[in-house]
């Protein structure tokens, strides 16, 4: 059974950073298709960022395209979203998710949560104005 646990959400203002963490129990990320998506109030789930399984692209929704980089730590294990010039309108849970089928495919593919097998439960993320 895999598990993914996310960290480095909290409180921020407006303009601030955040770097969040995913960590895999049970499997190594690598080489795995990793993604952040995120849900903030009242809102549906949608796609932020992702990092094919061999690592030879990314992939970011345009909200963030400039602000937010996802990257991959081989020796730890884990994949990390660096979240600068953060806005009110970043205020969500943010989840990781993973695609064990290690598919060759375009930006639709890895910006649809269904393609992903496995969840984590999610880190707040917070953004004063």
């Known amino acids: 059974q895999v598990q993914l646990v996310e960290s480095g959400g909290g409180l921020v203002q407006a303009g601030g950073s955040l770097r969040l963490s995913c960590a895999a129990a049970g499997r190594t990320l690598n080489p795995d298709s990793t993604a952040w998506f995120r849900q903030g109030p009242g809102k549906e789930r949608e796609f932020v960022a992702a990092v094919t399984w061999d690592n030879s692209n990314t992939y970011y929704s345009d909200s963030v395209k400039g602000r937010f980089t996802i990257s991959r730590d081989y020796a730890k294990n884990t994949v990390y979203l660096q979240m600068n010039s953060l806005k009110p309108e970043d205020t969500a849970v943010y989840h990781c998710?993973?695609?064990?089928?290690?598919?060759?495919?375009?930006?639709?593919?890895?910006?649809?949560?269904?393609?992903?097998?496995?969840w984590g439960q999610g880190t707040q993320v917070t953004v004063s104005s």
């Open positions: 998710a993973i695609d064990l089928s290690r598919a060759w495919s375009g930006r639709g593919y890895f910006i649809s949560e269904d393609n992903y097998d496995y």
